[in-house]
Nanobody
């Protein structure tokens, strides 16, 4: 059974930073596509960033240049460093893992964490 547990969310002022972590257990972590998604209140879940084998990464245009996804295969953990946060970044952030497919699509990811709230005040 694969489990993903996010941490690191919280309340921050606009312009501030947060680092989210997602610990993964029960899988061959190094081979998985790892993604971050977010869902704001009343909106659909949207892709934020993904990381897969070979150090490949991709970002949503809305976070490019501000967010960085990284992973530590020795710790089975993926991170999302979020800088220059904006009020529109407020959402529940989810990490997810998948084995193959289009990395921007939520259907690619089989396992999901429970989510962590990020609130950015203006």
């Amino acid at each position: 059974q694969v489990q993903l547990v996010e941490s690191g969310g919280g309340l921050v002022q606009a312009g501030g930073s947060l680092r989210l972590s997602c610990a993964v257990s029960g899988s061959t972590f190094s081979t998985y596509i790892m993604g971050w998604f977010r869902q704001a209140l009343g909106k659909e879940r949207e892709f934020v960033a993904a990381n897969w084998s070979g150090g490949n990464t991709v970002y949503a245009d809305s976070v490019k240049g501000r967010f960085t996804i990284s992973r530590d295969n020795a710790k089975n953990t993926v991170y999302l460093q979020m800088n220059t946060l904006k009020p529109e970044d407020t959402a529940v952030y989810y990490c997810a893992s998948g084995s193959t497919g289009a990395v921007r699509r939520s259907a690619t990811y089989r396992y999901w964490g429970q989510g962590t709230q990020v609130t950015v005040s203006s």
